[in-house]
């Protein structure tokens, strides 16, 4: 039978002026997050004809030396701007950083030693059950889980037979985050930063793994960036299936099978805005300092606003808080809207209002949410 259709059959496409937006909102959600203008219209431009190749980037083979330029300077772009020495590798793995829960123990848990995990709230929580189902050793060392997690805990002691000591940098549901990490005392760290990475810059001499799903501040979802030290790949078991090991990614540049190439492109884009327009981590962070303090500012000196995270522990990239009563906050949610500030809602365990200020959202965006948060307060 044939599936040919008749031209009257036809049904409708959109045609370009369809899909005209007048004005780009403003972008505060959680993830996927909003990327850096200029890259978004670089990609706009490469997407038919990558390079004069004549296709776009979406389609050329992962095995051409147009994708290797791509993947090489993205990986020499996250080197440079981490300032890694030749210890580390940038590998990159599709599943974005909840595969990483999994792997991370599969791979480089020591035999016989335990595993050691500071709780922060439901990112570290996952890390911790997937460490679990592997029969690990694994070992809370510190919660705020009773206080329902408004801080990063501070009081700890270090095992120094433990495997490694995990931890999340930062919590986008709670808008917490660690202004200086723990001291591992020997033991090498491991870190969940999606929501922080490439936010500022850090020593990553004690950190034995780093990994973070790229959808916040490093490009699109579907695959994290995951910089591991030598000595950590000496612990990867034979055993373990290929795709799991993290092995296979260093002994074949991320390329064993087709990774997700059009992600790493735009990572590539991001990091290059980041090296070349923003001028590195220094001042990336100055500017996201400079926008989480225009929020901070108004929810200190608010009688309506209170913020979730206590202030020693407050996120630069997440910042929580609440209103009054639902009924408000609903309220403020649907004026913000139409105020053209969207994905403002906290997530759905937690509830009341949530501004992500990744890097790519401008100091323009922050400065008119902590403008309407001020009108919005006059006439509440």
Request: net charge neutral; aromatic share 8%; glycine share 6%.
């Amino acid at each position: 039978m044939s599936v040919m259709r008749s031209r009257e059959s036809v049904v409708h496409m959109p045609s370009k002026k369809d899909f005209i937006v007048e004005k780009r909102v403003h972008n505060f959600n959680a993830g996927p997050a909003a990327l850096p203008l200029p890259v978004l219209e670089e990609i706009k431009e490469d997407f038919l004809n990558f390079r004069g190749s004549g296709m776009s980037v979406t389609e050329m083979s992962h095995r051409s030396s147009l994708f290797e330029e791509v993947i090489n300077d993205a990986t020499e772009r996250a080197r440079r701007l981490l300032k890694l020495n030749n210890d580390y590798h940038v590998l990159f793995i599709q599943g974005g950083a909840s595969l990483q829960f999994c792997m991370i123990p599969m791979n480089i848990a020591l035999p016989g030693r335990p595993v050691d995990y500071i709780n922060t709230g439901v990112w570290s929580t996952k890390a911790i059950k997937e460490a679990q189902i592997q029969g690990k050793d694994v070992r809370v060392i510190a919660t705020s889980e009773d206080k329902d997690y408004p801080c990063v805990p501070t009081d700890f002691t270090v095992d120094q037979r433990a495997s490694y000591l995990h931890f999340t940098s930062n919590n986008t549901i709670r808008g917490t985050q660690w202004q200086q990490f723990p001291d591992g005392e020997g033991v090498p760290l491991v870190s969940d930063m999606s929501s922080d990475f490439m936010s500022r810059p850090i020593d990553v001499k004690p950190f034995g793994l780093i990994y973070a799903g790229a959808q916040k501040n490093l490009g699109l979802s579907g695959v994290a960036m995951v910089i591991i030290r030598e000595d950590m790949l000496k612990r990867v078991p034979d055993t373990l299936p290929t795709m799991l090991k993290y092995t296979t990614y260093r002994d074949n540049r991320s390329l064993f099978n087709t990774p997700p190439t059009f992600a790493i492109y735009v990572i590539g884009l991001v990091l290059t805005w980041l090296e070349e327009t923003i001028g590195g981590l220094k001042e990336m962070e100055k500017i996201n300092k400079e926008k989480a303090s225009l929020i901070y500012e108004v929810i200190d000196n608010s009688e309506i606003y209170k913020a979730v995270a206590e202030a020693n522990s407050r996120s630069m990239m997440n910042v929580t808080f609440r209103l009054p009563d639902e009924q408000l906050e609903r309220r403020f949610l649907a004026e913000a809207g139409k105020n053209g500030l969207h994905g403002l809602k906290g997530h759905r365990s937690l509830g009341g209002c949530r501004a992500s200020l990744y890097n790519a959202v401008t100091i323009d965006s922050a400065k008119s949410l902590a403008t309407f948060m001020r009108e919005f307060e006059e006439k509440a």
